[in-house]
């Protein structure tokens, strides 16, 4: 799904430091550049694409399971290796890479999953307690105008 933003990002003050503020902050190919000011998390520069969504639907099929369709809690984020394996023995036609991005993927929709109240769109969440961005996104505060009133939420 395209993702197609524009945003406008005003700053006032010293000249100086603004230009210091921008250098800092340039990317390679564009004019800002979030991971210089939150370094985006490893765990999330995973590969986008149908080897990783086949990859998550076979790990969710496997939490499924061990988790008796969902009726015993369980913590999912440290599953037991050999339980892994006695599924993927029994699942031959999964293959390893898919399953290692699909696991991953499920590590990070975990990890990074929205909190009540919000509407769960968008490539943001939080991880360790700090709002991240996903690598692809260019600008988080967006800023519209109405009525010649420039509005930023």
């Known amino acids: 799904m395209p993702n ?4 406008r990002l005003r700053l006032s003050g010293d000249q100086n430091r603004i230009d210091e503020l921008l250098k800092g902050v340039k990317g390679k190919d564009s004019v800002l550049d979030f991971n210089k000011i939150i370094p985006m998390p490893e765990s999330l520069n995973i590969e986008a694409g149908s080897r990783t969504e086949k990859g998550l639907k076979a790990y969710k099929d496997f939490v499924y399971v061990y988790t008796f ?8 984020l440290n599953i037991p290796k050999e339980k892994e394996e006695i599924f ?33 769109q968008g490539s943001h969440g939080e991880q360790n307690g700090r709002r991240i961005m996903r690598k692809s996104a260019k600008i988080t505060r967006s800023c519209s105008t109405q009525h010649g009133q420039e509005q930023c939420p």
Not at 69 to 76: N, P, S, V
Request: proline share 2%; hydrophobic share 25%.
């Open 88 to 120: 993927l023995r029994t699942r031959q036609d999964i293959r390893r890479d898919e399953w290692e991005l699909g696991k991953a993927a499920f590590r990070n929709e975990r990890n990074t999953a929205r909190r009540p109240g919000t509407n769960g």
């Open 69 to 76: 369709a969902g009726t015993e809690q369980k913590d999912l």
């Open 4 to 7: 197609h933003i524009m945003n």
